[in-house]
């Protein structure tokens, strides 16, 4: 079993920041990409960032040099530093784990999501 909570959602204004976090817990092996995603209401669910165990970073171009991603592997949580928000950033943010638990083939996990409204 594994439970992905994630935190630091919340409504701010265009220009903004807003850091999120998304912690894993269970009998986690290794977790070899964790990233993020976001759904805007009649929209698709869309990839956000991605980041490596070894520090490799992705970015989808409309976030590029806005949002920071990074990890900490000892405490099995990604996070997602987001600035110079915009309205059409508004959206729930869900973090996506590609890991390996004890025992356990490789797969994919979600987090519960977490709303970031941007107002202008």
């Known amino acids: 079993q594994v439970q992905l909570v994630e935190s630091g959602g919340g409504l701010v204004q265009a220009g903004g920041s807003l850091r999120l976090s998304c912690a894993a817990s269970?009998?986690?092996?290794?977790?070899?990409?964790m990233g993020w995603y976001r759904q805007s209401p009649g929209k698709q669910r869309e990839w956000v960032a991605t980041?490596?165990?070894?520090?490799?970073?992705n970015y989808a171009d409309s976030v590029k040099g806005r949002f920071t991603i990074s990890r900490d592997n000892a405490k099995n949580t990604v996070y997602l530093q987001m600035n110079s928000l915009k309205p059409e950033d508004t959206a729930v943010y869900y973090c996506?784990?590609?890991?390996?638990?004890?025992?356990?083939?490789?797969?994919?996990?979600w987090g519960q999501g977490t709303q970031v409204i941007v107002s202008s």
């Open positions: 269970g009998s986690i092996f290794s977790i070899p990409v």
């Open positions: 980041i490596t165990s070894g520090g490799v970073t």
């Open positions: 996506k784990f590609d890991l390996v638990l004890a025992g356990s083939p490789r797969g994919n996990y």
